[in-house]
T-cell receptor
Framework: KNQVEQSPQSLIILEGKNCTLQ??????????LRWYKQDTGRGPVSLTI?????NTKSNGRYTATLDADTKQSSLHITASQLSDSASYIC??????????????FGKGTLLTVNP | DGGITQSPKYLFRKEGQNVTLSCEQN?????MYWYRQDPGQGLRLIYY???????QKGDIAEGYSVSREKKESFPLTVTSAQKNPTAFYLC?????????????FGQGTRLTVV
């Protein structure tokens, strides 16, 4: 069964601190993996994409990693800001023949950044 | 601006009524999706469509119906057969035929049964 598991379920940190969110998946055939940020009451927005051949990618204060052998990804946030408070969702795209055709979602990690 | 638009943002429904949620995109995407999001749960797929005039059931299609008469539009009807319709509904779209296509989401519709 295709699954995406995220940990921790929730996380509270102080402003300025770093944190790392985890994503484990059992999805096949794997096409790519994206981390999305979802503010409360809004739609998710993509932060970064990881393809099979990539193992690290940065987008500002966000750095994502991917280990395709162990089927694990992480999202590291540095120097956290109050605006980072949101749910972070790991999404794995199934692919066949080079096309995306289905998305599998994790339940998300709810991050709260306190002043 | 290109994007995906859901309306209304908030919707209230009386028990036994059908309601229709709108989703429109001007991104020229072939594939469109409807998801339901409940507190503490991941997004669950209701229906998806990969081409005009064709759609497939997702994991929780019971009590819902869709149509795809135009590429740009994928409305979702929540019928009276849906026993627990109060939830946050998200529409998404993405381009087919590529390994790195991104799914774009609307801002969601919060449906409440009163």
């Amino acid at each position: 069964k295709n699954q995406v598991e995220q940990s921790p379920q929730s996380l509270i940190i102080l402003e300025g601190k770093n944190c790392t969110l985890q994503c484990n998946y059992t999805v096949s055939p794997f096409s790519n993996l994206r981390w999305y940020k979802q503010d409360t009451g809004r739609g998710p927005v993509s932060l970064t994409i990881m393809t099979f051949s990539e193992n690290t990618k940065s987008n500002g204060r966000y750095t994502a990693t991917l280990d395709a052998d162990t089927k694990q990804s992480s999202l590291h946030i540095t120097a956290s800001q109050l605006s980072d408070s949101a749910s972070y969702i790991c999404v794995v795209y199934l692919g066949s023949g080079g096309s995306n055709y289905k998305l599998t979602f994790g339940k998300g990690t709810l991050l709260t950044v306190n002043p | 601006d290109g994007g995906i638009t859901q309306s209304p943002k908030y919707l209230f429904r009386k028990e036994g009524q059908n309601v229709t949620l709108s989703c429109e995109q001007n991104l020229n995407h072939d594939a469109m999706y409807w998801y339901r999001q409940d507190p503490g749960q991941g997004l669950r797929l209701i229906y998806y469509s990969q081409i005009v005039n064709d759609f497939q059931k997702g994991d929780i299609a019971e009590g819902y119906s869709v149509s795809r008469e135009k590429k740009e539009s994928f409305p979702l009807t929540v019928t009276s057969a849906q026993k627990n319709p109060t939830a946050f509904y998200l529409c998404a779209s993405n381009r087919q035929g590529g390994t790195n296509t991104e799914a774009f989401f609307g801002q969601g519709t919060r449906l409440t049964v009163v």
